[in-house]
């Protein structure tokens, strides 16, 4: 008689499964740039999603060149400002922060994320020399969104790649303090990983948190539990066992998501009654394939992406139509 297979139920490459630090998804790694220096992310809150017609643009895919139904994900992109710029030396132990200058004039708003510098100081960019790699310190806008019951900005650091260094810290210049939009970063067609907490579940119980199958009937008393807690030896359970705990609010990443449409009217996209729980989309926008993580109103993160090698050209998808009916359910 064969051995019965039995594999595990739920993935440990994303454990430990607890609450995310911070709402706000941090970005740990970016890839290489191209010829011109320019920001290889952009931040925008998350609105909801539709369905658009497009001719297919994947060239394996069985219906190349036709036009299909593609559900798409559409992400509200107010402008973000340049705080900072700041400049990294590699060492052996990493990246080493050799200085950052900040802008003369940034938002009141502001002040209520961090303490603002009272007393102006003269630029000096002598920290630029030695540097290796320059980021921006970005925050957003939120009182431009109707949708979004808050005025504090959120503030993360992007990284400039693309040319010299020395084109790199020319570009941090000329966009120090400065509005900076969505077209000004990405364009249609480019390809985007998504990074953002996803919708937070509480704590839930072995079945639903783990996937595990549920005990016989003949089971005494219970039947959404674990079989086992594991075996003798080692005398204590290890972390592979299922357990109840919590669930969701966890930073995820969506890799290779394609630009669909870039648009600067709102109107154009936000269906009739306006989005659940959301509202009406008032500034730029950018349509995403597929889904992304997390809930409406959440921030999410967009950088250039890091895993894409595959042959589908980077040039302007062809949208022919976006739905805009009620998503009320009337």
Do not use: C
């Amino acid at each position: 008689m064969s051995e019965r297979h039995r594999p595990r139920r739920g993935s440990m490459g994303y454990s430990p499964r607890k609450r995310a630090r911070a709402e706000t998804p941090h970005i740990k790694s970016w890839p290489e740039g191209r010829d011109k220096p320019k920001i290889q992310g952009f931040l925008g809150y998350k609105a909801g999603m539709t369905h658009a017609f497009v001719v297919d643009y994947r060239p394996t895919s069985t219906t190349s060149g036709r036009e299909v139904v593609m559900p798409v994900s559409v992400v509200e992109t107010p402008p973000i400002k340049i705080a900072a710029v700041r400049a990294y030396k590699k060492i052996i132990h990493g990246l080493q922060t050799t200085g950052e200058i900040w802008a003369d004039k940034l938002d009141s708003e502001l002040s209520k994320r961090l303490p603002l510098a009272k007393n102006k100081k003269k630029k000096n960019w002598d920290f630029t020399k030695d540097a290796d790699e320059i980021r921006v310190l970005v925050y957003t806008q939120p009182k431009l969104v109707t949708g979004i019951p808050k005025k504090t900005p959120e503030i993360r650091e992007m990284r400039i790649s693309g040319g010299s260094i020395e084109d790199q810290i020319k570009y941090a210049k000329e966009i120090l303090g400065k509005e900076l939009k969505i077209n000004d970063t990405l364009a249609e067609g480019d390809m985007l990983d998504i990074l953002a907490v996803t919708k937070g579940k509480g704590f839930q119980g072995v079945v639903k948190r783990w996937g595990v199958k549920l005990l016989t009937h003949k089971n005494s008393k219970h039947r959404r539990m674990i079989g086992t807690a594991g075996s003798w030896h080692p005398n204590w359970v290890q972390a592979t066992v299922p357990q109840a705990g919590q669930m969701g609010y966890h930073q995820r990443t969506e890799y290779n998501k394609r630009v669909l449409k870039i648009g600067d009217n709102g109107e154009d996209i936000t269906p009739a009654g306006g989005f659940p729980h959301y509202g009406v989309v008032r500034n730029s926008y950018i349509l995403l394939h597929g889904s992304i993580p997390g809930p409406v109103k959440r921030l999410i993160s967009m950088r250039d992406a890091i895993r894409y090698q595959r042959g589908v050209k980077i040039e302007k998808p062809e949208v022919t139509y976006i739905s805009t009916t009620s998503k009320q359910g009337v």
